[in-house]
C-alpha cells in the first residue's frame, strides 16, 4: 500500500472520519467479528446526528412510505419519493456508507430495470448502494448490478414489498421454508451481494445463515446472532405509537417533543415568548 492510500477503519463503528465506508470495510468487519449498528436516515440533520455518532451505515429504507409521508404500507413509495430524501441523507453525513432501498415496482421487472433505477439512485442521490428484496427471483438483478459496478445489499424473510403475498406481517423461515430461505441466502452471495439483511426470522435459523456466509447479515427481528443489526430510527427514538416486537424503545422521543410544543405554545398565549433576549432592538 502506498503511503498516499487512504487507511482502513480499525473498526465500523465509532471509527475515525476521514472518508466513506466501503463494502471492503464491511467484509473486514465479518473477518474480524465485528458486531456494528446500521439506523434509518431520511434527511440531511439526523443524518448528520447518526454520522457523528459512528453508525457506519445509513439506510434510506422504503420505510419512508410511513414514518415520512404516512402510508400504511411500503407499496406507495416511489423512486421519486426516495431519491431527495437520500441526496438529503448523503449531503448530510460524510462517513457513513448511504445505501438506498428500491422501493416497490421499480426493480422487479427485468434486470435492465433495476439497473436503469439503481443507476439513478447513484447518479442524482449519490448513494453508495443500493438495497432490494428478495431471493432467487431477483437473481438476475443482482448480477446485472453487481457487474455494473453497483454494491447491492439483500433482504430476505420478511419483505415489507412482499406482505400481500407473505399473508401480512409474519414470522418468515420456519420449518421447511428455512431451507429456502438458506438456499436464498448462499445465491445472493454467489450473485455477489456484498451483505444480507434478515427480517422476522427465527433466531436459531438466521445464526445458521450467519455462520454459514462470508458476507454479513444484519437482522431485524431475527436475534442477536447476526453480524449487524438494523432499525427503523423512529422506532428506536420513540416516536412509533405500536411499535413491532423485535423494537427496543431508547429514547421517548415523542413525549419529549409534546413537552417542548406545548411549553411553546403555552408561552407563546401567555406572552412569555418571545423575551426581550429573543428580540432585536
Not at 117 to 138: D, N, P, Q, S, W
Amino acid at each position: 500500500m502506498s503511503s498516499s492510500s487512504p487507511s482502513r477503519p480499525t473498526s465500523l463503528y465509532g471509527g475515525q472520519a476521514g472518508r466513506r465506508i466501503t463494502v471492503r470495510d464491511i467484509a473486514a468487519a465479518k473477518e474480524r467479528g465485528e458486531r456494528w449498528p446500521m439506523v434509518t436516515a431520511y434527511d440531511a440533520m439526523t443524518a448528520r446526528v447518526f454520522d457523528e455518532a459512528g453508525i457506519p451505515v445509513l439506510l434510506v429504507g422504503d420505510s419512508a412510505a410511513m414514518v415520512v409521508y404516512g402510508y400504511d404500507s411500503t407499496l406507495p413509495v416511489s423512486v421519486d419519493d426516495l431519491m431527495p430524501l437520500t441526496a438529503a441523507v448523503v449531503r448530510g453525513s460524510s462517513r457513513a456508507m448511504v445505501v438506498a432501498d428500491l422501493p416497490f415496482g421499480s426493480y422487479q421487472a427485468s434486470p435492465q430495470q433495476a439497473l436503469e433505477t439503481a443507476a439513478r439512485f447513484m447518479k442524482e442521490a449519490g448513494a453508495h448502494a443500493i438495497k432490494l428484496e428478495g431471493g432467487r427471483r431477483v437473481l438476475p438483478q443482482v448480477e446485472t448490478l453487481v457487474s455494473a459496478g453497483i454494491p447491492v445489499m439483500a433482504h430476505l424473510g420478511l419483505t415489507p414489498q412482499s406482505v400481500n403475498a407473505l399473508g401480512g406481517y409474519r414470522v418468515q423461515g420456519r420449518g421447511q421454508s428455512g431451507d429456502e430461505l438458506m438456499a436464498d441466502a448462499k445465491d445472493l452471495e454467489y450473485a455477489g451481494a456484498f451483505a444480507v439483511v434478515l427480517e422476522c426470522v427465527p433466531a436459531e435459523l438466521a445464526e445458521r445463515v450467519t455462520a454459514s456466509l462470508s458476507i454479513p447479515t444484519i437482522g431485524i427481528g431475527a436475534g442477536p446472532g447476526t453480524d449487524a443489526q438494523v432499525l427503523v430510527w423512529q422506532d428506536l427514538m420513540g416516536l412509533t405509537a405500536s411499535p413491532a416486537k423485535f423494537v427496543k424503545k431508547y429514547f421517548d422521543l415523542a413525549h419529549e417533543m409534546d413537552r417542548a410544543v406545548r411549553n411553546f405554545a403555552d408561552e407563546v398565549s401567555t406572552g412569555a415568548f418571545p423575551a426581550p433576549e429573543h428580540s432585536y432592538s
